[in-house]
Structures are given as C-alpha cells and as structure tokens.
C-alpha cells in the first residue's frame, strides 16, 4: 500500500468526488464511495464501475448516452468499466414505467440487439478498457435453492414499492410472478461482478438499489449507486426522445449535430455541457462565470457545439460541420458539401419530388411540403419556390425550412 501525504489524499479524492458528482442527480452511499475511492488511490486498484443495459436496442441519443459520458470520465481515472448486457434478464423482459409487463425478447433478438448497442456504446467508451459481460454467463448456471434464497431476501410488500407494480397492483393489472424476479436477477448482476458502483438513469433507482441490498445481505461491501437525470431535448421542456422529435443522435452527421447543438435553449447550455460532454469541473466554472458576467450565451453555445461534435465526429469532419453552419444559417447563403437528392430525369417538378422527400426525411409529409411551398418556406436556389407545381432541375439547390438544403442530382441507369 501506499505512503501517501494525507492532505494530498483528501485533495485528490475531493477532486475525483466533484468529477463524478458533476451533474449527477444523487449518490446514494457517498461516504462508501469516497472509501473506496481512497482505498483505489493507496493501492493502485481500480474500481469496477457497472452499468446494466437492456438489450432493446434503441439508436442512442444524447439524453442514452448521458451515463456513458459520466463512465468515460471514469474510465479516464483509470477505472474498470463493466457492461452487463441482460440477455437473461431481457428474457423476462423488464416492467419499468410499464402499465403492463414488457414482452420478453428472444434469444436472436437480444444478440442482434447487443451487438447494435455496442456499436454506439463503444462511440464513447474505449474498447479496449471496457469489459462486456452477458449476464446468462451466472444467472443460467443459478440452481433453483439459489434462487429461492435469492428471493428470500426480499419481501413482497419491497417490490410493491416500485411504482410501476403499485400503480398496476392499485388498478387490477395483472404482475406476473416472474416480473419480481427481474430486478432481483439484475442485483444478483451486482454480485457476479463485485461492482463498486453502478450508474443509470432515475429512472432505474429500485434496481440498482436493489443491487446494493443484495450485496449486503450477501455480506459484500456494498455498491455505491450513482444516479444521472434525464436530459431535456431541444424543445428545452419534454425529456430528449426520438419519438417526440426534440433528439441528438449520437450517429447524426457532423452537420446535423452541430446545427442542433446551436438550437438547445439559452438555459440549458451548462445542463448539456455538465450531462452531454466530458467537461472537467474547472472548466464548467469558466463558462458559468462568463455567463453570469455577461457573455453572448451564443458564444458559448458555439463552443458546447464544437465539443459535443468533436466527440463524435472526427476533427476535420467538425470543423466542415462549424463552416457549414456558418454558411447555412449565419450568412443565409447556400453552404458547400450540400446532400444531394437523385430526380428520375434532367426535370420534374416539386410534387413528384414529394415521395422522396418524405422518404428521406426532410419533410414529415405530402400535406407539410404543400403547406410549406404555399408559406414561403420551400426556396429553390434562394429563390421562393411558389407552387408545388414548380419545375425543378439537376443542379438546383433546395432550401426547405430554415435548415434542410439538399441538391438535386440526375439518376442515372
């Protein structure tokens, strides 16, 4: 073990506190944490971090991956990240937020879906410092007597605490049995890997507490459970969804993402900066006391748009993305590196771009592109395009919206 300065000590472990803390919504076992912090700093033994995902599959946003950029930083302090992808669990299928049980996966489905998530898992964490485990690896070889006393540690009337089963049990829908044994496999994850701390969502906050029950009922030391909230979308009200529109993706073109990051509300720039990148605390006081001391919020929204593109695109790719937004939306002018869009001939006109429009993307609807054309809201080469009957070419440049260019192209046999 170590010969440390304690007053060296406490520094560090005070700074490593505020780092994992920054942003985070609560800590449940702080003093626990700041003890294993201090044991990992005196003998150079990293902590094991996890993190559990249901293997559903969802393409992953800012608001997803908001506890993967609080593991980063903790990977970066050097800590054993671990992912338990529930291949077991997700065939039980988990209730939470549910007003009736999740319909289980099958077995084809939940491979296909892990390998999904780890795809975009790995578009934030480093590969190589991070371990994926399945948690069918102890949960299948479990014996029935295991279980049982699993579940004996546990009460009725402690499941029925969770919202979700109180609410259903309150209105006369159906639990099924198997449903309570869902967050206590999940806790039994806990054990397998010895964690030293899990993170998730609020919304997760039974079963992960559950987890840290279990350990002590076990006679581990118990896990410290780190909380993160849920990141408001761009409509700086509803939390981020792709369903409501209000999304980042994590896989969006630099283009895209930067022009988004520059629409999040004046009064959420600290919350994304603290929640959607990897800012260090000193840093994050910076930018609050400049804007406290006046500064043009858009100029630090310029820099909170540079930094979450850079993490996901590379650094070419984020300043094409900064000039672009410059020339699209800054200067009002057509910017280059324009999408392109292929037409069936040399012309045709607007309606029959219709279809693939909506197909691509760029309009909701047949009903939105007409109602925008007869707005002003649909240019062709700057210009108002008038009439959904209007004759369009190869080479012309469409503006639809405020944001969307797209540059027609002749497809060719």
Not at 6 to 23: A, D, F, H, V
Not at 24 to 46: F, M, N, V, W
Not at 234 to 251: A, C, H, P, Q, W
Not at 352 to 377: C, M
């Amino acid at each position: 073990m170590k010969t440390v300065n304690k007053e060296t000590l406490n520094r560090e472990i005070n700074r490593r506190m505020r780092i994992i803390s920054q942003g985070a919504a609560q800590i449940i076992g702080e003093e626990d944490l700041r003890a294993k912090l201090e044991r990992s700093l005196l003998t150079d033994t990293p902590l094991t971090v996890k993190l559990g995902l249901d293997p559903s599959a969802p393409d992953i946003h800012l608001g997803h991956a908001v506890v993967l950029r609080k593991l980063k930083q903790m990977q970066d302090m050097g800590h054993r990240i671990v992912i338990i992808i529930g291949d077991f669990t997700g065939r039980i299928g988990d209730p939470t937020g549910k007003s009736k049980g999740r319909k289980a996966l099958s077995d084809r489905e939940i491979l296909q879906n892990a390998q999904t998530y780890q795809e975009q898992v790995f578009q934030v964490l480093d590969s190589e410092k991070t371990t994926v485990r399945y948690n069918g690896e102890w949960l299948e070889l479990l014996k029935l007597d295991e279980i049982l006393r699993l579940a004996s540690t546990v009460t009725v009337a402690r499941m029925l605490e969770r919202d979700d089963f109180q609410n259903r049990y309150r209105h006369n829908t159906p639990i099924g049995l198997h449903e309570f044994f869902y967050p206590l496999m999940q806790a039994y994850d806990s054990v397998a890997i010895k964690a030293d701390i899990e993170i998730g969502g609020t919304d997760q906050t039974f079963n992960i507490l559950m987890g840290r029950s279990l350990q002590k009922d076990l006679g581990m030391e118990p896990q410290a459970a780190l909380f993160m909230p849920i990141l408001e979308g761009l409509d700086g009200v509803e939390k981020m969804s792709k369903s409501l529109g209000n999304y980042i993706g994590v896989r969006e073109e630099a283009n895209v993402m930067f022009k988004k990051v520059m629409e999040v509300p004046d009064g959420l720039i600290i919350r994304y900066f603290e929640l959607a990148t990897d800012i260090l605390p000193e840093e994050l006081d910076k930018i609050k006391s400049a804007l406290e001391n006046g500064e043009n919020p858009r100029d630090c929204k310029l820099l909170l748009a540079r930094t979450i593109t850079s993490l996901y695109h590379t650094p070419k790719e984020s300043l094409l993305a900064e000039e672009y937004f410059y020339q699209a939306f800054s200067q009002k002018g057509i910017p280059e590196n324009v999408p392109t869009l292929q037409i069936p001939g040399e012309k045709c006109r607007l309606a029959d771009l219709s279809p693939l429009l909506i197909r691509k993307g760029f309009v909701a609807g047949s009903g939105e592109f007409r109602r925008l054309i007869a707005q002003g809201g649909v240019r062709v080469n700057m210009e108002k395009a008038g009439s959904i009957d209007r004759e369009v070419m190869e080479g012309d440049v469409l503006k639809i919206g405020k944001k969307k260019f797209l540059r027609l192209c002749r497809a060719f046999d």
